[in-house]
């Protein structure tokens, strides 16, 4: 099984959003993934209680102290295991990017969020040396605006792109059904498959899963 | 002028093949040291613990009757670094101290030590 944290220092950059998708549509794949809910809002748990959806179990209320106790219990009944972390540096989030197989950093092109997600990545390679075992990371952009990308954003994506660091080609766009599946509690699969937003989560999820196909392969 | 053939684009009309997520480890870090791991990352980041259950305020603490304090001797003692470090990690797991684990032996092995003075952290107490 997998193991993909969610993780950035920033709050309010799309983690939790991410999280579902990633977890729903994986689930529609085939694929069995626990979403494990550490952040203190408990914002996917409350998506856990309205969403109907085969193959995805939403974990609540993971701790600092039951952290790594829920992640090798999900991970031996499924596929794979999403672990949505709370905003801020932690010692909960320090706890699961050491058990991680990979960690997807959502960022807004804005300089504050680029700096708590290189802050991220920073803790992700002390956490790997530390740990002595190879943690695959990258960023992706989340909350895109469609058709307009204005000048400081611009700056900022090409200021991070510049650095080597490891981005997802697939941007998140800001729709609103996004903002939509927490009060329905369906993704915007479920809702209309050939919509903007489905298409963006499937191509998304194609990314990430070419990524940890190498893992696989290399395991 | 005969133009090249297009190359086939049947790979990518496919649909994707499952990946077999099984086949990926997961790290073999035991717990033990992924919390020292946090801890030590915890310290460079200035990490703060989250979801902790927060301590009960202080008029719904029940009173516990004062008991008087037992006069403390200082003991030094040097243990094999293995051994010291068998404690701290012990320590960190049990969120207790050294010394407690010690002192807690010691009982174990037959020598007097009252249970109200085996205190698992003295530093908690002091933050009340």
Known sequence: MALLSVASAKGGCGKTTLSILLGAELAMEGYTVALLDCDLNQHAAAFGKKMILKGLKIVPSVTEQNVLAEMRNAESENDMVIIDLPGGSSTLALKALQRSNFVIVPCQASLPDVKDAVKTMEQIADAEDLSRVKIARSLIWTRVLPGFESRSAKHVREGIEGTGLPVFGIQQRELAAFREMHVTGRVPRQVDPKSAAAENVTAITSELLGKLEKLAVAA | ?128
């Open chain 2, 1 to 128: 002028m005969n133009k090249a053939a297009l190359p086939s684009i049947g790979d990518e009309l496919a649909p994707r093949k499952r990946v077999d997520l099984k086949s990926i480890k997961s790290a073999d870090v035991d717990d033990a040291e992924v919390t020292e791991n946090s801890r030590k990352l915890g310290t460079e980041w200035g990490a703060q613990t989250s979801l902790t259950p927060t301590p009960e305020p202080e008029a719904e603490r029940p009173k516990v009757a004062e008991r008087p304090k037992v006069p403390l001797a200082s003991l030094r003692i040097e243990v094999p670094d293995y051994l010291d470090r068998e404690l701290a990690l012990k320590a960190v797991d049990q969120r207790v101290t050294k010394q407690y684990l010690v002192m807690k032996a010691l009982q174990a092995a037959g020598y007097k030590l009252d249970d109200a003075d085996l205190v698992e952290d003295k530093r908690k107490q002091k933050k009340r």
